[in-house]
């Protein structure tokens, strides 16, 4: 029986048909025809993953579990958080393998498209690729936009590539809050090259030293005034610097860039005992220079893992996370507190009013706290 369109409730009385919009009466059964509830099968309800269920699918290579289980790290809620710790408890054995290379510079210098031609020709030697890229959150909105792996177009289709966007989430730094645990989930799952993309903020990308083996400054010709060189930062503590982008008009200015910072490393003690910095050129469009990178990349593991000096950095930087941690958990569980709670509220309108200055205020708060 063919019945009249029903026209939505929202349709003013007499609204007569210059409004073009109907709601349809739908198919019999359910979605497009199929057998709906009372009839067949019924509608599978998948649920969220449990502990157990996620360290299998890694295990087995299942992507959507590795995806489903960084979700589960990143978020900050309590019983989530309890639930990440008992994952990366149980794939422990399982991490430690990967070579875990640290890409920064200054936006625009070209970092994921270099990425994006490293990992392409990596996947192609064999390489099981991740890429973890950091993405600024808006201290206005809190939302990021999560673009990096639009730059990526030929790694994001190799099969052996896996490229997951975060968030920095106000973290400091150049990296997200999660990023030792996802890279941890990443070498559990088989992948052999870790490559972590900082947000590209400029000096103070120092965090990320502390989470990978290798630290590669990407930067461009003509950026800034040679005084950047020397200055103590982000500099000083990578293990090789690439002018890229050293292509076309641009090749002079680039080699005449890294001359100039080969002289500036010259002066600035290495961060990695035993390596020497240099500064070299590329270009991620033509793809010029970067095997020789990867080249300086295996050199630097070689001679670090014969000098001892590779697995030194890896236990420093288990204790660095460790105390990263011990901080984070010192601080929730002091604000948790419900006497503290009572007094920050009056320390802090007094400190607004400039009653009070701010050390006082905290000298007040922790003196009274575990009493």
């Not at 409004?19 to 199929?34: N, R, T």
């Not at 593991?301 to 000096?309: D, F, H, K, N």
Request: glycine share 12%; aromatic share 4%; with cysteine.
């Amino acid at each position: 029986m063919n019945r009249p369109p029903k026209r939505p409730e929202w349709v003013p009385p007499g609204g007569g048909e210059g409004f073009a919009s109907f709601v349809l009466h739908g198919v019999q059964g359910g979605h497009d025809g199929l057998p709906g509830p009372g009839r067949g099968r019924a509608p599978v309800r998948r649920g969220r993953p449990g502990v157990a269920e996620l360290a299998e699918g890694i295990r087995a290579g299942n992507r959507t579990r590795l995806a489903q289980a960084i979700t589960l790290v990143e978020s900050n809620a309590p019983a989530h958080q309890a639930e990440a710790q008992q994952l990366l408890a149980a794939l422990m054995d399982r991490t430690g393998g990967a070579l875990r290379i640290g890409v920064t510079g200054v936006p625009g210098a070209g970092k994921s498209t270099t990425i994006d031609v490293l990992g392409s020709m990596l996947c192609a030697q064999g390489h099981k690729v991740a890429v973890l890229a950091v993405d600024p959150s808006s201290t206005v909105t809190k939302g990021s936009i999560l673009g990096d792996k639009t730059r990526m177009e030929r790694l994001a289709r190799c099969p052996n590539a896996f490229i997951r966007p975060s968030p920095t989430g106000g973290c400091l730094g150049g990296v997200a809050r999660k990023s030792r645990e996802t890279l941890l989930l990443c070498e559990a799952f088989g992948f052999d090259v870790i490559l972590l993309e900082t947000v590209g903020v400029g000096q103070s990308e120092v965090t990320v030293r502390s989470m990978v083996d290798f630290f590669l400054l990407v930067l461009i010709a003509g950026a800034g005034d040679e005084l950047q060189g020397i200055k103590k930062g982000v500099i000083e503590l990578a293990d090789a610097i690439v002018i890229n982008k050293a292509d076309g008009d641009n090749v002079r200015r680039a080699r005449l860039a890294k001359a100039e910072y080969n002289r500036v490393l010259g002066f600035l003690q290495p961060c990695t005992e035993g390596w020497q910095v240099k500064a070299y050129t590329a270009s991620a469009h033509t793809g010029a220079g970067i095997p020789e990178i990867w080249e300086v990349i295996q050199q630097f593991r070689a001679a670090t893992t014969a000098s001892g000096v590779f697995q030194r950095r890896r236990q420093q930087q288990n204790l660095d996370w460790l105390h990263s941690l011990l901080d984070e958990a010192l601080r929730q569980r002091f604000l948790a507190d419900t006497a503290v709670q009572a007094r920050l509220r009056d320390i802090s309108a007094a400190v607004a009013r400039g009653e009070i200055p701010p050390v006082r205020a905290v000298e007040a708060l922790l003196e009274g706290w575990g009493r």
